[in-house]
């Protein structure tokens, strides 16, 4: 069954660690990410971006997939299904459909709006027992098409937006969506300090976790980042095991056209790489 994120987090700041969030984009990714979840006895938050939703047919059919998984697969771990940067009309969609979080991303928005946006959303999902993320500060990099520098979140703004009853919080601290430029300064490690001193308890995430090198990660961690978003690193080792499998032939030997096969190497490619994710954020064991 799917449950809110928000036990889940609360425990992993408590604990020190991070909770990944995997980012789903078919059938695959979603039974890579459960298994993998599953078999390192750790929770796990499977996200879902607009993009995503529309391509897998629509958030009914996501909840649809997820839960017979769940069911099928006997998942027994805490699983939260997550919508990932959604609008305002996209997260009551998500509601609606059966999602058990859901991310407002009003970073673009004034921060009146902001907050008055996430205030009204603040109460639906109390009263559904569905766990919210919010955002202050753009997360840089290219999010569905928008580019931005990684930069950094007002920590007076952060406090302004945890006091509203929210969940958890996403703060720009100079990190960037897909894979980082040559000249990327680091994560400012100065801003995420000084919202977790305003912040408190509040679980922080952190966006674009691929790329980020482990020391940082796990600094980051200590200062109070309790969940962590992968997903280009997913889709990079799953197009490298399909690239290699087809270059060697491997399609034209037997019925190794057959999706299934053709599409394995790329299932095993994603289930090492969030184990290998699991492993960094010390969420293993921890289900």
């Not at 699983?79 to 509601?95: E, P, Q, R, T, W």
Request: proline share 3%.
């Amino acid at each position: 069954m799917l449950v809110s994120a928000a036990e889940m987090l609360k425990k992993a700041k408590a604990g020190h660690y991070a909770v990944g969030q995997f980012n789903i984009n078919n059938l695959e990714w979603t039974k890579a990410v459960l298994l993998t979840a599953q078999e390192n006895n750790s929770p796990v938050i499977l996200g879902v971006s607009e993009g995503a939703g529309k391509y897998m047919a629509g958030y009914k059919t996501v909840v649809g997939m997820v839960n017979g998984m769940l069911e099928e697969l006997k998942i027994t771990v805490p699983v939260a299904l997550h919508l990932d940067h959604g609008s305002y009309d996209a997260c009551y969609k998500c509601i609606e459909a059966g999602f058990s979080s859901i991310m407002f991303d009003g970073s673009h928005y004034p921060i009146e709006e902001n907050i008055e946006k996430t205030k009204e959303l603040v109460k639906v999902c109390a009263e559904k027992g569905i766990s919210l993320e919010a955002e202050v500060g753009s997360i840089g990099g290219e999010e569905d098409g928008v580019i931005g520098m990684g930069e950094c979140a007002d920590p007076k703004e952060c406090k302004m937006i945890a006091d509203l009853g929210i969940d958890f919080l996403a703060a720009g601290i100079g990190n960037i969506h897909g894979k980082y430029p040559e000249n990327w300064a680091g994560l400012s490690f100065e801003t995420l300090d000084a919202i977790q001193q305003l912040t408190g308890e509040m679980p922080l995430v952190l966006h674009g976790g691929t790329g980020i090198p482990t020391d940082m990660i796990k600094k980051a961690i200590d200062l109070g980042v309790s969940k962590i978003n992968v997903n280009t690193e997913c889709q990079l080792s799953f197009a490298a095991a399909t690239r290699k499998y087809v270059e060697e032939g491997k399609d034209q030997q037997g019925k190794g056209y057959d999706p299934r096969k053709l599409l394995a190497p790329g299932f095993e490619a994603i289930k090492e790489t969030v184990k290998e994710k699991m492993e960094i954020f010390g969420s293993i064991g921890k289900a």
